[in-house]
């Protein structure tokens, strides 16, 4: 029997230790946040702890686990998200291992993407999920990569990526960003014809047509309910009219950090001061970071701009709660909220996890046993 | 005073809006990034002695946006090409920040094509231990602070916008800073320039603010190194935009270079 719903637990790695006038002192956690904050004794024992918690989520029943790419934040420290992986497939024997994703366009030499997740799969016999990411706009300053050949790179080593994954080497590949006279990848990956590709976007309409054409799940991240509403509604659509497919529940999901406790009340208290870490710290940042030239199309930033859509760092706990960035509560809220997703918005995949910001170990492990214990459950 | 004509001139396709006013010799004037479109008391000085034409830049302004437009080569062939169908075999080439670069850049691959250059606060060049400000990650707060020694001269720009309808110059804007993105965002100088700025052989103005931000006035000596013929002026309480900070000085400065 199919499940009404998919569990990912997702974690960022971010490093919380910032000092406490960092508002005062810093206008934004990426880009120019000086690294000498960052201690490497501390982060040691950081990795350390999250790898584990994603290792306990995978035994404590969730169908898999996620990483992501950042770089040059406190936000999230895995710039690497393969090295991390790697590690991760020999830990946990029978989830899968999404990494979402790989933010390509970054990358000078996508068909090395191509080669690590094609080993993670081999190696991994199989469970490896392949997100394709562009990276925030703050990465196109932290890379140097320029961001008004964003969307083309990112087309363009998708297409290289598939092609070396699925097609007969060697051949060449010719592009206006990536070029290669032999592209002849060993090893080829294990999964027929390859690894999903998942695609996280914030819902613009360029990202979600390009799923819906190749079938892929969409991923929406970070965003209020009625984003989320109109973004399924916009791939369901286009999917049909464009593409003469019904859009299923497990090509639908949402990234939303959940929280579960004994009661309401408890569980706003235990997430407040970490959730507000990941809003209001982690990703405190200027919009002309968040939006550098040609990173998004000016049909995008018209609508943004219209939106009337407040920066992360500008929302309250309060309307993250309300605006369903976040979902806070006990067993039977969170069985409530999620309810909506599976049977109003059909959708099936949440990627979730309990931990958030700067939430300590005791206070993550006690969120997570009991999502997996009370919550989960309701789902299968 | 001189009537300002506008036109647009198609030039391999690429729709390109220009201001023209004035007689006399022909000078070509290329504008600076947040700089399209307008005509200044600096124009109109220009125009009382030469034939002033201002384009904007393809994917500035009025100009059209095509996609393929991208590098440096396509600007200055798009200009050599505009002379071609303006007719003119030769011209004063006068340049400002962005612009300045792309004068220095047409100088040296056309040498004979112009008579005299003046480059204003020009970027395009790499100087060890003076590097360009990285305009893209300056606030639009912020940016009018560094742009100008006086931030209040800004204003004089403002006063030729709609102001009515922001989002539309947010819009312009972000489409500007795009293009001037796909020439200027992984380097905001060509290492090639400085080799070739020999072949700019023709007398040469090279004007700058003392107090430039956003390119240093190390830059002003370095361009006068390496322009064979080219003398220096530098403009005292004045920043980034000598155009608009201290108009009448830079005019009179370029008019008696030009008139000698």
């Given at each position: 029997m199919t499940k009404k719903m998919e569990f990912y637990y997702f974690h960022?790695?971010?490093?919380?230790?910032?000092?406490?006038d960092f508002h005062k002192q810093y206008d934004?956690?990426?880009?120019?946040?000086?690294?000498?904050?960052?201690d490497p004794e501390k982060g040691h024992k950081l990795y350390n702890r999250y790898i584990d918690e994603l290792v306990k989520a995978a035994e404590l029943g969730w169908d898999g686990v996620c990483v992501n790419e950042h770089h040059q934040?406190?936000?999230?420290?895995?710039?690497?998200p393969n090295i991390i992986a790697a590690m991760l497939v020999h830990r946990i024997q029978k989830a899968k291992i999404a990494i979402?994703?790989?933010?390509?366009?970054?990358?000078?030499?996508?068909l090395r993407v191509a080669e690590e997740i094609a080993m993670l799969d081999v190696i991994s016999g199989g469970r490896i999920i392949s997100g394709f990411v562009r990276g925030t706009g703050m990465e196109y300053f932290s890379y140097n990569i320029n961001p008004a050949h964003s969307r083309d790179r990112f087309y363009e080593a998708h297409d290289l990526i598939i092609q070396a994954w699925?097609?007969?080497?060697?051949f060449a590949f010719e592009g206006q960003h990536y070029n290669y006279r032999y592209v002849n990848i060993?090893?080829?990956?294990?999964?027929?014809?390859?690894p999903p590709i998942w695609l996280p976007g914030t819902g613009s309409l360029e990202t979600i047509e390009f799923a819906a054409k190749h079938r892929y799940p969409f991923m929406m991240v970070f965003s209020p309910q009625t984003y989320q509403r109109k973004a399924y509604a916009l791939y369901r659509q286009i999917a049909e009219e464009k593409f003469g497919y019904q859009a299923q529940p497990n090509q639908l999901a949402f990234a939303i950090p959940t929280f579960v406790a004994e009661t309401d009340e408890i569980a706003r208290k235990e997430a407040e001061p970490h959730v507000m870490w990941l809003f209001h710290k982690g990703l405190h940042v200027p919009q002309h970071f968040n939006f550098?030239?040609?990173?998004?199309?000016e049909k995008s930033l018209a609508s943004l701009l219209g939106s009337g859509i407040k920066p992360f760092h500008k929302l309250t706990f309060q309307e993250l709660i309300d605006q369903g960035y976040i979902i806070v509560g006990s067993p039977a809220t969170v069985i409530e909220k999620l309810s909506i997703y599976t049977e109003?918005?059909?959708?099936?995949i949440l990627i979730g996890?309990?931990?958030?910001?700067?939430?300590p170990e005791d206070l993550v492990n006690k969120n997570m046993e009991m999502f997996a214990k009370e919550v989960m459950p309701h789902f299968h | 005073m001189s009537n300002v004509i506008e036109e647009f001139i198609s030039i391999s396709n690429v729709e390109t809006h220009l201001k023209i006013a004035g007689q006399g010799s022909p000078l070509l004037y290329l504008h600076g990034l947040g700089l399209s479109n307008l005509w200044l008391p600096f124009h109109q000085a220009l125009a009382e002695h030469y034939k002033v034409y201002a384009p904007d830049h393809?994917?500035?302004?009025?100009s059209s946006n095509p996609d393929?437009?991208?590098?440096m080569e396509d600007f200055i062939i798009h200009y050599v090409e505009l002379l071609d169908v303006l007719n003119l075999s030769s011209i004063n080439l006068v340049g400002h920040s962005l612009g300045g670069w792309i004068a220095a850049e047409i100088a040296s691959f056309?040498?004979?094509?112009?008579?005299k250059l003046v480059l204003i606060a020009a970027g395009g060049l790499r100087v060890a231990g003076s590097p360009i400000t990285?305009?893209?990650?300056?606030?639009p707060e912020l940016l009018p602070m560094v742009c100008f020694?006086?931030?209040?001269?800004a204003m004089v720009i403002a006063s030729q916008?709609?102001?009515?309808n922001i989002q539309k110059l947010i819009l312009q804007d972000y489409r500007e800073r795009t293009m001037a993105a796909k020439l200027a965002?992984?380097?905001?100088?060509?290492?090639k320039l400085a080799r070739r700025?020999?072949?700019?052989?023709?007398p040469t103005l090279i004007v700058w603010g003392?107090?430039?931000?956003?390119?240093?006035?190390a830059h002003a000596q370095q361009y006068c190194n390496l322009i064979p013929n080219a003398k220096l002026a530098i403009i005292d309480e004045?920043?980034?935009v000598p155009i608009v900070e201290q108009s009448e000085q830079t005019t009179n400065l370029i008019l008696e270079f030009l008139n000698q």
């Open positions: 960022l790695m971010p490093y919380p230790y910032l000092p406490p934004s956690t990426w880009i120019t946040l000086p690294n000498s904050l960052y934040t406190a936000y999230g420290t895995m710039p690497s979402v994703g790989n933010a390509l366009p970054l990358h000078d030499d996508p699925t097609k007969a080497g060697p060993w090893p080829r990956p294990l999964q027929k014809p390859h550098p030239p040609g990173y998004v199309t109003e918005m059909k959708a099936g996890g309990a931990h958030a910001g700067d939430m | 393809p994917g500035f302004g009025l393929w437009f991208d590098s056309f040498p004979d094509r112009i008579n990285d305009i893209f990650a300056l606030s020694e006086d931030p209040n001269k916008r709609d102001m009515s965002w992984k380097l905001g100088y060509n290492p700025l020999r072949r700019a052989c023709m003392k107090n430039d931000k956003i390119v240093s006035t004045c920043g980034h």
